[in-house]
């Protein structure tokens, strides 16, 4: 696929999204490059500002089976995974497959279920496959985990295990619309809900090529070692109890890469990765808990590690 190609696919999936998330096109734009990225995002805000309808919209747009699980406290690990049911006429035993076994799968309200049924995604998300009774399961490509979480401070809320965090591509906010974009999303919803109309623009084969593309956008080697130098020091910086992992390096690596995509461009610059390192790391690292009483934010950190961090000169054209 050419970058032309590329581009105007891209801008279709972002087009499409727009019409059901109104004045937030950084995060639909962001949204996209993590799916292309070969990742997964987590939503997090506040209730009723269009978390679950980003993802039915970005899963709506892209073609292939859709699944959603609805996250509550009495969810288990064989809801989301699938379980083997025993024939006794054949003696043997039959895997019934869960909803994880889908292209894209929404994750209600992840944080409302017990810690035990978060953890059933880990190998799911990290290896796309999962293990049920020692047998284990390949999941289809693509593979596209898009869950939403309300802040932890709201009442029936479980912490995401920091195992977990990791395995997010990215984290994105939408915050509330302005007084225009509200009214606009009033008048889109006087008949009925934009996102019944919504309809497939790429195919899922489509979608595999996409991503595949993305792995192949140039990152200077100057570039490389910029942003490691980044999560590095997250590793060493007072206010944190911990810093971003090696996986939060390729995180940001690939994420940046697939923002160049978006970009119509096929090399990284230096601003692709300033512009994804808050929500590729900001999930991955921990605030001192004295710092966080202070009111200190870990995407506060973040910039200010950006500032800090000297920017190689000339990276970026391949």
Do not use: W
Request: with cysteine.
């Amino acid at each position: 696929m050419s970058l032309r190609d590329m581009n105007q696919t891209v801008r279709q999936l972002v087009d499409n999204i727009e019409t059901v998330i109104v004045g937030k096109r950084e995060a639909v734009k962001l949204s996209v490059a993590t799916l292309l990225s070969g990742g997964h995002m987590l939503i997090e805000d506040l209730p009723g500002v269009g978390k679950t309808m980003l993802a039915r919209a970005l899963a709506r747009s892209v073609g292939g089976t859709f699944k959603r699980i609805q996250f509550t406290p009495d969810l288990l690990p064989s809801d989301i995974t699938g379980v083997s049911i025993y024939h006794m006429d054949r003696c043997e035993f039959d895997f019934r497959p869960g909803p994880v076994f889908a292209n894209v799968l929404l994750a209600d309200e992840i944080n409302r279920a017990t810690p035990k049924s978060q953890a059933a995604l880990l190998e799911a998300m990290e290896e796309s496959q999962v293990t049920v009774d020692g047998r284990t399961h390949p999941l289809p490509r693509p593979f596209f985990v898009v869950a939403t979480e309300n802040p932890i401070e709201f009442e029936g809320t479980y912490s995401l295990p920091e195992a977990q965090l990791d395995r997010f591509m990215s984290r994105v906010s939408l915050g509330y619309p302005s007084h225009a974009d509200e009214v606009d999303v009033l008048t889109r919803q006087i008949k009925e809900h934009p996102i019944h109309h919504v309809e497939p623009v790429v195919t899922a084969d489509e979608v595999v090529e996409l991503q595949g593309a993305v792995r192949d956008t140039h990152v200077d080697e100057s570039l490389k070692h910029y942003l490691v130098s980044i999560t590095e020091a997250t590793r060493t910086h007072p206010d944190l109890d911990l810093g971003a992992s090696p996986r939060g390096s390729i995180a940001l690596m690939r994420l940046a890469q697939a923002v160049a995509v978006v970009d119509n461009r096929d090399f990284v610059t230096p601003d692709d990765i300033k512009h994804v390192a808050v929500p590729a790391l900001a999930h991955r690292i921990a605030v001192r808990a004295d710092r966080r009483i202070q009111g200190v934010h870990a995407s506060r950190i973040i910039h200010d590690i950006l500032d800090a961090t000297t920017v190689p000169v000339g990276g970026g054209g391949s």
